[in-house]
């Protein structure tokens, strides 16, 4: 005797993103913490030593947050206009920045005033940041030239007048004292050695550059500029390796993930493309309120804190393992549950004679009702508004079942006009779902046979069925629609397939019958 | 004991199990059922076969405890005899001959009179007298008829408490009469009719009172009573049953009656307090018959799907004795699980069977579907259609279907993986609504590897499509489709992988495609007009440069890959063309006049293999090649290509009318390849060559013949252990002829054995005895004198055996 088998469920496949490994893990981040500034946050540096503060460049102030505070644990405001690009050195203890007067200022962490300003510029100065050896400091700047500076005696050491547009970004070599990258709005990045006179290596990007990154092998660069994001390969003497295009406004920010694995980049479009370095494929995209001027990462991923043209600074750290888990795991557990469980989980020792109980099989209830052929009740019982509303696969599971045993139409007669109505109600909100049309179409044509006689009885009933005319005569149009794009398709993939030529055989048999027509889809 | 090495068709198994009802013995520790020629022994406990008692030629239609003696049965068939069998044992006891010349359908046994029904063109009930003698075969004279015009359905005829008055019922009459014969002469009743609907099904007769219990088309059960008293009759009517009631029966007290019909419930009603139910619900498939232990400990309800259901006191199943399902018709093709070597067919509605070749046992049902079964009549229900396996058994893909009335067709596709664990197969994906119309053929590709597997199946909306299980690290691997092809439009028929995997061959009516399966490019087209292609199928082994194909224009073609060109044709009307996965071999079974022809042959040669004529008569629909378990080794060239596997084939039988007794059409081809022994050649080599299979047939007889009848274990032993030590005493003789020697002695003592088990021949010596003796010329004298003793001893208890 076997037992009833319930009503299959059907599984519909889940429509959006495929979770990943990567999804899993840039999904694992708390909600974000949102800070309002006074501006357009145009910089984010980590520190690169222990507590890992961050310092957020943002108007005419730079505030450097702690790990963990919403508030600044500092804040730099000797600045006559904005300030651009604060950077730490790679002690933690200087931070250089720039500013909309032409003065670079660089200050102490602890202190308040500037230590030293470096004039010179005569624009802008939108780049800062520190060599290697610590004690000379990079700017580029709207005059078109870029230059070097020593940071005790507060001189300039160097300028470089070979880009002929803004310099707005550059990079420090973290391995050679000496070396450095700027990208200007010229559309060229230049590779120049402080000790040579004039650049040493041009790179054409073709949009004008928003921003540099080099990979701490410091063999491959990545400049972003108009929508694409590109990768050279500066062992083989600047050579493009790869283009992507992958947003649809400017990039205006990249970093790289703490294992080198992850490349981001954030851009005018408001998302930010996490991309698998071996491949540079976009494996993950976060979506955030405004545009994004910047972004940075925190030392292991800890956090990712972007900020936004709307000056909201938007913070998001990492979840601790034991939170994750919880999500994951099974919510709080009431004190009856210890009563529930009690020896249920006992595990049997070696010994123990076991005694088999049968199990008992758990029905949903329209499966018992279904079970008893109670169709009707079945229905209803699938109809109800919580299924009906949250859980509609379910409902037109049990319509499925019904139809399938040929009771569909004994179990839609004799209804009322508010049942009617309700009927009626989910199958304007479900007809048109491709997952569920090849059922509610015939239910509805049955419902339409049953209830013929009725008709203009009930206002009720006859508004929702002209909305259901609606509904179908729109569906109808769409259709339409769509198979004159698929037949100017089929037109174009035609054409553009090479003609194929079967091999004719060198026989007199009538057998190479002609051209082939084959797609992959 | 001589036969020639030639090849035969052997009816193999499968036969039905429910053609009647079963009967349980009085201690109801077995279960008799008519299954095809034969009559099975089940245990109850157990489930297991028993005994299989052979002796009829045909159809057996009727088993019946001896009331006298509740350890021996009669059975009859409609071979015309009856026969007398001790079931405890499997033994034949007697013989009846009776009425040669017309067949037997059902019969009924009373105090060993016999009345049956006779068929020669209108049914009759006949009482027959079995004459009491101690003859082995007896014929049957007292013949006398009690009832014409009697319904062909056996479940339409019950005999009531009376011994001398059995009430009968005659269904060619007018619908709802009920004959009553009391006394001796049958007396007719006549109920009023209502409606047309209330067709008689079946009948049951109280054990104690004077009540009859009918069962009607319409689902109504009714009970007669006072019917002694002429037209004063009364009757009260049960109805639960919403289909036809096609099985009543009463407990052996008569407190209980049991009734049951398609919606196989089998329903319980209290005698005299009719209102009280009890049922036990979801048995499988429609009860066809429902039979009681004479305690009345147990019922029996044979289904129609083949089964046998022992259910202990209406509450709980106990036992299952399935055999194979056949249905209507079989949709899927035969198939062969890799794995378990068993063959895979339909089963119960919406379930395929693992049915083992060997045992002719069922080992599983898988549920495809996974749905509640409906029984209703004209409900139109999920059928499994199609069926593959890939080459090593790791996935199995299916198809179900179901044709709503005005509405698509519903198809899914299934596929299976195989799990280690619970050695079953496992859901791992389903495809709701692969193809817009009914899937016409699907293949596995066969490639050795392994790792990639590819299912391709072709549809008659014009498309085929291949199904690839892409290499996911998440979320386990689930198959999606890789590729849709079609040709001009044009419905696919059949696809078929090449051997290596590397083509595959799509038709597409008269025209074959071929597809290489790593690029999709379409290679080359070979046609053959003006018919369709039906039947398409790639040479195996040496042969892979070969395609076969059969068309609906009765041609068989052979395309030849490397060169696309036809290599050859010829005009023959192939109803089934399979190849052997194993060899080079291809089986094409050709329908001619009414019987079907066998041809085995190689694409390559232009002679055949193997041609043989008639092998069945009716059409063979579904054959397929199973793998020996060993390979044989003969070397004679008819029979080699059978050596690495046996060939099983399915007809339809159009011969029997009656369909309900139609044994089921499993046959097996098996090659049989024996020396043929020459009188003549009686030398040392032959002795040598003598087969060891006769001389382990002879063993298993001896061992398989009831202890009673056999010699004192101490007389075989001893002789046995003394030929032995005589052998190796011989030391003076070389080794060689001493081995000789103790073969000779084992297949002397073997065909005595044999002799004495079961032919009791007035002659001492056997021609196998004189053989032996003939070609061990060395034999002791010693030795010759023990032999005689033997035969002296034998002689004695042999007599014996004969008068008793």
């Given at each position: 005797m076997a037992s009833f088998k319930p009503t299959k469920i059907q599984v519909y496949p889940k429509l959006g993103e495929k979770v990943t490994q990567d999804t899993l893990y840039w999904k694992n981040y708390k909600a974000p913490v949102q800070i309002k500034e006074f501006g357009a946050i145009t910089s984010i540096d980590f520190s690169p030593v222990a507590p890992h503060n961050f310092a957020v460049t943002a108007f005419t102030r730079i505030h450097i947050y702690g790990p963990f505070s919403q508030e600044p644990v500092k804040t730099l405001t000797r600045f006559k206009d904005t300030a651009y690009c604060g950077r730490f050195r790679s002690d933690g203890q200087l931070l250089v920045a720039g500013c909309e007067d032409s003065v670079v200022r660089l200050f102490d962490v602890s202190g308040k005033a500037a230590l030293r300003m470096f004039r010179g510029h005569t624009k802008a100065v939108h780049v800062t940041d520190f060599t290697s050896d610590r004690y000379q400091i990079l700017t580029g700047s709207d005059d078109y030239t870029c230059r070097l500076w020593d940071i005790p005696n507060a001189t300039e050491l160097n300028s470089y007048r070979e880009h002929t547009d803004y310099v707005r970004c550059g990079v420090t070599s973290k391995l050679n004292r000496d070396l450095f990258i700027t990208g200007s709005y010229d559309h060229t990045l230049k590779l120049f050695d402080a000790r040579a006179d004039k650049s040493v290596m041009t790179m054409d990007h073709g949009q004008p550059v928003e921003s540099l990154l080099l990979y701490p092998s410091e063999g491959l660069l990545v400049s972003a500029g108009g929508r694409h994001v590109k990768v050279w390969d500066l062992l083989k003497g600047g050579q493009p390796l790869v283009s992507m295009k992958n947003h649809h406004k400017t990039v205006t920010c990249l970093c790289l993930s703490s294992n080198g694995q992850r490349l981001l980049s954030a851009s005018l479009d408001r998302h930010v493309k996490v991309y698998n370095t071996t491949n540079y494929k976009v494996v993950h995209n976060f979506d955030y309120a405004a545009s994004i001027l910047s972004l940075a990462l925190a030392p292991n991923d800890e956090s990712i804190v972007a900020g936004m043209t709307n000056s909201i600074l938007s913070i998001k750290h990492r979840k601790s393992p034991e939170e994750s888990a919880e999500v994951s795991g099974q919510q709080r557990r009431t004190p009856s549950y210890r009563v529930f469980v009690k020896g249920k989980n006992y595990a049997p020792k070696q010994d123990d004679?076991?005694?088999?109980?049968?199990?008992?099989?758990?029905?949903?209830?329209?499966?018992?009702?279904?079970?008893?052929?109670?169709?009707?009740?079945?229905?209803?019982?699938?109809?109800?508004?919580?299924?009906?509303?949250?859980?509609?696969?379910?409902?037109?599971?049990?319509?499925?079942?019904?139809?399938?045993?040929?009771?569909?139409?004994?179990?839609?007669?004799?209804?009322?006009?508010?049942?009617?109505?309700?009927?009626?109600?989910?199958?304007?909100?479900n007809l048109v779902d491709p997952r569920f049309a090849a059922v509610l179409a015939p239910a509805a044509e049955m419902i339409l046979d049953v209830y013929r006689r009725v008709v203009g009885q009930s206002p009720l009933v006859d508004r929702q069925l002209l909305r259901l005319q609606e509904l179908l005569e729109r569906e109808i149009d769409y259709q339409q629609d769509l198979l004159e794009v698929l037949g100017m398709l089929d037109t174009l993939f035609a054409s553009s397939l090479p003609r194929l030529e079967v091999p004719h055989p060198g026989t007199s048999r009538a057998n190479g019958l002609g051209a082939v027509t084959s797609k992959k889809r | 004991m001589v036969e020639h090495g030639d090849i035969r068709v052997v009816h193999r198994g499968g036969s039905k199990i429910n053609s009647r009802e079963p009967v349980v013995t009085n201690d109801s520790r077995f279960l008799l059922c008519a299954s095809g020629e034969r009559v099975k022994v089940f245990s109850t406990s157990t489930e297991e076969c028993v005994h299989d008692l052979r002796g009829h030629t045909d159809l057996v239609t009727g088993v019946l405890l001896r009331p006298t003696n509740h350890l021996q049965v009669y059975s009859c068939s409609v071979d015309g005899t009856v026969r007398l069998w001790d079931f405890t044992d499997g033994i034949l006891i007697k013989v009846q001959l009776d009425y040669c010349s017309v067949c037997v359908t059902c019969s009924w046994l009373m105090f060993d009179i016999v009345c049956m029904c006779v068929c020669a063109e209108l049914f009759q009930l006949v009482a027959v007298h079995l004459p009491q003698s101690g003859d082995q075969l007896v014929e049957a004279q007292e013949l006398s008829a009690v009832l014409s015009n009697v319904s062909s359905n056996p479940a339409a005829t019950?005999?009531?408490?009376?011994?001398?008055?059995?009430?009968?019922?005659?269904?060619?009459?007018?619908?709802?009469?009920?004959?009553?014969?009391?006394?001796?002469?049958?007396?007719?009743?006549?109920?009023?009719?209502?409606?047309?609907?209330?067709?008689?099904?079946?009948?049951?007769?109280?054990?104690?009172?004077?009540?009859?219990?009918?069962?009607?088309?319409?689902?109504?059960?009714?009970?007669?009573?006072?019917?002694?008293?002429?037209?004063?009759?009364?009757?009260?009517?049960?109805?639960?049953?919403?289909?036809?009631?096609?099985?009543?029966?009463?407990?052996?007290?008569?407190?209980?009656?049991?009734?049951?019909?398609?919606?196989?419930?089998?329903?319980?009603?209290?005698?005299?307090?009719?209102?009280?139910?009890?049922?036990?619900?979801?048995?499988?498939?429609?009860?066809?018959?429902?039979?009681?232990?004479?305690?009345?400990?147990?019922?029996?309800?044979?289904?129609?799907?083949?089964?046998?259901?022992?259910?202990?006191?209406?509450?709980?199943?106990?036992?299952?004795?399935?055999?194979?399902?056949?249905?209507?018709?079989?949709?899927?093709?035969?198939?062969?699980?890799?794995?378990?070597?068993?063959l895979v067919l339909n089963g119960k509605p919406g379930h395929l069977q693992f049915?083992?070749?060997?045992?002719?046992?069922?080992?599983?049902?898988?549920?495809?579907?996974?749905?509640?079964?409906?029984?209703?009549?004209?409900?139109?229900?999920?059928?499994?259609?199609?069926?593959?396996?890939?080459?090593?058994?790791?996935?199995?893909?299916?198809?179900?279907?179901?044709?709503?009335?005005?509405?698509?067709?519903?198809?899914?596709?299934?596929?299976?993986?195989?799990?280690?664990?619970?050695?079953?197969?496992?859901?791992?994906?389903?495809?709701?609504?692969?193809?817009?119309?009914?899937?016409?053929?699907?293949?596995?590709?066969?490639?050795?590897?392994?790792?990639?597997?590819?299912?391709?199946?072709?549809?008659?909306?014009?498309?085929?499509?291949?199904?690839?299980?892409?290499?996911?690290?998440?979320?386990?691997?689930?198959?999606?489709?890789?590729?849709?092809?079609?040709?001009?439009?044009?419905?696919?028929?059949?696809?078929?992988?090449?051997?290596?995997?590397?083509?595959?061959?799509?038709?597409?009516?008269?025209?074959?495609?071929v597809w290489s399966p790593a690029s999709w490019e379409l290679l080359t087209t070979l046609s053959q007009p003006p018919k369709a292609i039906r039947d398409l199928c790639f040479g195996r082994l040496g042969c892979s440069k070969y395609l076969m194909g059969t068309t609906a224009s009765n041609l068989l073609c052979c395309w030849n890959l490397l060169t696309c060109?036809?290599?050859?044709?010829?005009?023959?009307?192939?109803?089934?063309?399979?190849?052997?996965?194993?060899?080079?071999?291809?089986?094409?079974?050709?329908?001619?006049?009414?019987?079907?022809?066998?041809?085995?042959?190689?694409?390559?040669?232009?002679?055949?293999?193997?041609?043989?004529?008639?092998?069945?008569?009716?059409?063979?629909?579904?054959?397929?090649?199973?793998?020996?378990?060993?390979?044989?080794?003969?070397?004679?060239?008819?029979?080699?290509?059978?050596?690495?596997?046996?060939?099983?084939?399915?007809?339809?039988?159009?011969?029997?009318?009656?369909?309900?007794?139609?044994?089921?059409?499993?046959?097996?081809?098996?090659?049989?390849?024996?020396?043929?022994?020459?009188?003549?050649?009686?030398?040392?080599?032959?002795?040598?060559?003598?087969?060891?299979?006769?001389?382990?047939?002879?063993?298993?007889?001896?061992?398989q013949s009831p202890a009673h009848v056999l010699p004192s274990t101490s007389v075989l032993c001893s002789m046995f252990v003394e030929s032995l030590l005589v052998s190796v005493a011989d030391g003076s003789e070389e080794s060689k002829h001493a081995e000789e020697e103790m073969e000779s002695e084992k297949e002397e003592e073997d065909s005595e054995g044999e002799m004495e088990s079961r032919t009791p021949r007035p002659e001492p010596a056997s021609p196998g005895l004189q053989s032996a003796e003939s070609a061990a010329p060395a034999l002791t004298k010693a030795q010759l004198k023990e032999l005689r003793r033997v035969k002296k001893l034998d002689h004695g208890w042999l007599a014996d055996l004969l008068l008793s």
């Open positions: 004679y076991l005694v088999s109980k049968p199990v008992k099989q758990h029905l949903a209830k329209y499966d018992k009702q279904l079970r008893t052929f109670n169709v009707s009740n079945s229905l209803d019982t699938a109809l109800a508004t919580w299924t009906r509303l949250r859980k509609p696969e379910i409902t037109v599971a049990v319509i499925k079942e019904l139809d399938r045993r040929g009771t569909l139409k004994n179990a839609l007669a004799g209804r009322d006009e508010q049942w009617l109505a309700r009927l009626l109600n989910f199958l304007i909100g | 019950g005999f009531g408490r009376g011994v001398r008055a059995p009430p009968l019922r005659s269904p060619n009459a007018p619908p709802g009469a009920i004959t009553y014969p009391k006394t001796d002469s049958p007396h007719l009743l006549t109920t009023q009719r209502k409606g047309g609907k209330n067709t008689l099904m079946c009948i049951a007769c109280h054990p104690k009172d004077d009540c009859i219990a009918t069962g009607h088309e319409d689902g109504k059960i009714r009970l007669w009573r006072n019917f002694n008293h002429k037209k004063e009759y009364t009757y009260t009517t049960l109805h639960w049953h919403h289909n036809a009631v096609s099985s009543l029966r009463f407990t052996p007290e008569g407190t209980n009656l049991l009734s049951g019909g398609l919606e196989s419930v089998l329903v319980q009603w209290r005698y005299n307090q009719e209102s009280e139910r009890d049922f036990l619900p979801r048995l499988g498939s429609a009860i066809t018959h429902i039979a009681v232990s004479p305690d009345g400990t147990l019922f029996c309800t044979s289904h129609s799907d083949n089964k046998i259901t022992i259910i202990q006191s209406c509450v709980k199943v106990s036992a299952v004795i399935q055999g194979l399902v056949n249905g209507e018709s079989v949709r899927t093709d035969l198939m062969v699980d890799p794995r378990s070597k068993s049915y083992s070749l060997q045992r002719d046992k069922l080992l599983y049902n898988l549920d495809i579907v996974q749905q509640e079964y409906i029984h209703e009549l004209g409900l139109q229900q999920f059928e499994v259609v199609k069926v593959a396996f890939d080459a090593p058994g790791n996935w199995m893909a299916t198809v179900e279907e179901r044709k709503p009335k005005a509405a698509e067709p519903e198809i899914n596709l299934k596929l299976w993986a195989f799990d280690e664990q619970t050695q079953s197969f496992v859901l791992n994906t389903t495809v709701s609504a692969p193809h817009e119309a009914q899937i016409t053929s699907m293949c596995f590709s066969q490639a050795a590897d392994g790792q990639t597997s590819m299912l391709v199946s072709a549809s008659e909306d014009g498309h085929f499509k291949a199904w690839q299980l892409p290499r996911s690290a998440y979320e386990g691997p689930s198959w999606s489709c890789d590729f849709v092809g079609d040709y001009r439009g044009l419905a696919p028929q059949c696809c078929c992988f090449s051997a290596d995997g590397s083509l595959l061959a799509v038709s597409f009516q008269e025209v074959v495609t060109s036809l290599e050859w044709s010829t005009s023959m009307d192939v109803s089934l063309l399979l190849s052997d996965p194993l060899t080079e071999n291809m089986a094409a079974f050709c329908c001619q006049a009414e019987s079907t022809d066998l041809f085995v042959f190689k694409p390559s040669e232009p002679r055949p293999v193997a041609s043989l004529k008639a092998v069945c008569s009716g059409k063979v629909t579904r054959a397929v090649f199973a793998p020996r378990e060993e390979m044989l080794e003969s070397c004679e060239e008819s029979s080699q290509w059978l050596n690495r596997s046996q060939l099983y084939f399915l007809t339809q039988h159009m011969l029997f009318i009656d369909d309900s007794v139609a044994m089921t059409p499993f046959y097996l081809l098996l090659g049989k390849h024996r020396k043929q022994e020459n009188q003549d050649s009686l030398t040392r080599l032959s002795a040598e060559l003598m087969p060891l299979p006769r001389g382990s047939l002879a063993i298993k007889e001896l061992l």
